[in-house]
């Protein structure tokens, strides 16, 4: 079966970086864009960062631009998402999850979800 197992999530103070991973298995990953999103207590879930299938396109919340990069291997069929400059309000549960309608679906367009990796920043 389709798993997505996110890795690399962790306590951080703001300013430092994180680096997450995602590998997934069970799919052919390099026919499906890739997505990171993030939900907080409270808050809905957030579009991060997409990737197309080969790479080429990406999209980035306004919210992470220009602090966080997404990233691929589809020869070790994972997803990256380096992190810098974190702020306590990047706080979350990161989620990755696949899609095969490209680099611009939202949340309802995705097939397959991570279980997340917990992401918490400290002022």
């Known amino acids: 079966q389709v798993q997505l197992v996110e890795s690399g999530g962790g306590l951080v103070q703001a300013g430092d970086s994180l680096s997450l991973s995602c590998a997934a298995s069970?799919?052919?990953?390099?026919?499906?864009?890739m997505g990171w999103f993030r939900q907080a207590p409270g808050k809905e879930r957030e579009r991060v960062a997409a990737?197309?299938?080969?790479?080429?396109?990406?999209y980035y919340a306004d919210s992470v631009k220009g602090r966080f990069t997404i990233s691929r291997d589809n020869a070790k069929k994972t997803v990256y998402l380096q992190m810098n400059s974190l702020k306590p309000e990047d706080t979350a549960v990161y989620y990755c999850?696949?899609?095969?309608?490209?680099?611009?679906?939202?949340?309802?367009?995705?097939?397959?979800w991570g279980q997340g990796t917990q992401v918490t920043v400290s002022s």
């Open positions: 990737i197309s299938w080969s790479g080429v396109s990406t």
């Open positions: 069970g799919l052919a990953f390099s026919t499906y864009a």
């Open positions: 999850a696949a899609n095969t309608w490209g680099v611009t679906a939202k949340s309802g367009r995705y097939d397959y």
